[in-house]
T-cell receptor, first 114, second 112 residues
């Protein structure tokens, strides 16, 4: 079974631009979660989508948004990029049917904002 | 609200040692506790998942235990190898949430 895939793996953008990241979950998984990881803040939860609906949301500004498609693939968008948005963005998939379902992570997208 | 703490933050040991990594959580009504490994700049690899009804799980040289009453989980690594060098994170899910709460991780270096 193929794992979680994320594209692109690396991105370099400048302040003020916007960016879209993509995540394809494990086949059959309906939940996709997004995390931001930085050395200073660790792993911070952005949002979770389940069956095309945002089910949970972390404490990030509205510049961070996401969506999920009918095939469970998810995209995350960041508008008006700031230097502080430079981070490793990780997505995780799970079946999402129970709170104790195991989480599987993708390799991440490294975003650098100049 | 679940809080997860990992001690120590960093650990350096010689090859061959048996180690214990600690993970503490505040909400004992935990659904599961998952241990991950992360290599620098990479994603998280799931190592072991312990459900609330279980006491421990084993995979090769790794053994993870869960004690809900004391709010602790430990990851035991037997006969450590340089390839075990990585950051180890634990995450607990509780309180009706589908979102796990992560610790800050323990950075492990195993030197030859």
């Amino acid at each position: 079974k193929a794992g979680v895939t994320q594209t692109p793996r690396y991105l370099i953008k400048t302040r003020g631009q916007q960016v879209t990241l993509s995540c394809s979950p494990i086949s059959g998984h309906r939940s996709v979660s997004w995390y931001q990881q930085t050395p200073g803040q660790g792993l911070q939860f952005l949002f979770e989508y389940f069956s095309e609906t945002q089910r949970n949301k972390g404490n990030f500004p509205g510049r961070f948004s996401g969506r999920q498609f009918s095939n469970s693939r998810s995209e995350m968008n960041v508008s008006t990029l700031e230097l502080g948005d430079s981070a490793l963005y990780l997505c995780a998939s799970s079946s999402g049917t129970q709170p104790y379902n195991e989480q599987f992570f993708g390799p991440g997208t490294r975003l650098t904002v100049l | 609200k679940q809080e997860v703490t990992q001690i120590p933050a960093a650990l350096s040991v010689p090859e061959g040692e048996n180690l214990v990594l600690n993970c503490s959580f505040t909400d004992s009504a935990i659904y599961n506790l998952q241990w991950f490994r992360q290599d620098p700049g990479k994603g998280l690899t799931s190592l072991l998942l312990i459900q609330s009804s279980q006491r421990e799980q084993t995979s090769g040289r790794l053994n993870a235990s869960l004690d809900k009453s004391s709010g602790r989980s430990t990851l035991y690594i037997a006969a450590s190898q340089p390839g075990d060098s990585a950051t180890y994170l634990c995450a607990g899910t509780s309180g009706g949430s589908y979102i796990p709460t992560f610790g800050r991780g323990t950075s492990l270096i195993v030197h030859p």
